[in-house]
């Protein structure tokens, strides 16, 4: 299975200028973290992969189908940085409205809402109303609504951010077993939290590819001297300073 970015640009306004531009990407298996300062157009990438924009120039696929095609929508997942809880639902009701909104019919809605609550580990918090979670456990719902359809690719944008260190630890642990069925791409600014553990780094800088391959690879750009458990910060930074292109 490839998603794929070929060639694209994308300015928010036809008179400003790009925050993509001609950018090439394909997204490989596993679970990829997308990294880069404020402003580098990790949401917009983001935003294009799902579908939710189009680029100007240029084509967003999956196995060759066009992003804006129904097939493309149904086998890609988003999950924007702020869920809204729904009042009065619980969290399997919020979750099987989401998949009834994306064409399920209400009774395999329901069904696909416990197992995706089961997937987030949020089984126990099934029958609680969802303005009663929190932040992290409601993430996890929107974790779980992305993924109720049956979703091949999951993109999440900044998930952990504004959770605290046992929450982030909560989060990473779910990402591991997610990410061996389907392909997570996951864009956050908690460089030391993550990039040690997933399969695959991307790094944007003013909407270029500053660096995309293996974690091990991106990790390699830390200096010889690095203190132990700073390697990633580390990398980052060597990276950034550097302005290193592919
Ligand atoms: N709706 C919008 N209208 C106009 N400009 C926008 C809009 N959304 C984002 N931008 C601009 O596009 C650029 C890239 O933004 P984007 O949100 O993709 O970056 P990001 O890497 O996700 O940043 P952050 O880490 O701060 O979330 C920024 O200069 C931003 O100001």
Not at 120 to 141: E, I, P, W
Not at 153 to 168: I, K, N
Request: hydrophobic residues 40%.
């Amino acid at each position: 299975m490839t998603l794929e970015l070929r060639s694209c640009t994308y300015a928010y306004r036809p008179w400003s200028p790009p925050v993509l531009r001609d950018l090439d990407y394909a997204l490989d298996h596993g679970l990829t973290i997308l990294l880069g300062p404020n402003g580098a157009g990790k949401s917009t990438l983001l935003r294009l992969a799902a579908s939710v924009t189009r680029p100007r120039k240029g084509t967003v696929t999956l196995d060759g189908i066009p992003s804006h095609q129904r097939s493309y929508r149904a086998a890609v997942a988003w999950m924007p940085q702020r869920i809204t809880a729904m009042t009065a639902l619980t969290a399997r009701e919020q979750v099987a409205y989401t998949g009834w909104l994306k064409g399920m019919n209400k009774r395999d809605a329901w069904e696909a809402a416990a197992r995706a609550l089961s997937r987030v580990d949020l089984t126990g918090q099934a029958d609680t109303r969802t303005k009663r979670l929190s932040g992290g456990q409601l993430r996890r719902v929107g974790v779980a609504s992305a993924l109720v359809h049956g979703a091949r690719v999951l993109l999440l944008d900044e998930p952990t951010a504004g959770m605290d260190p046992r929450q982030r630890r909560v989060f990473r642990d779910l990402l591991a077993p997610l990410a061996e069925e389907v392909r997570v791409l996951l864009s956050t600014h908690d460089v030391a939290d993550l990039a040690e553990e997933c399969d695959h780094v991307t790094v944007l800088d003013e909407g270029r590819i500053a660096y995309t391959g293996t974690a091990a690879g991106f990790l390699a750009h830390a200096p010889r001297d690095t203190a132990p458990g700073r390697a990633a910060e580390a990398a980052y930074t060597a990276l950034s300073e550097s302005g290193a292109r592919l």
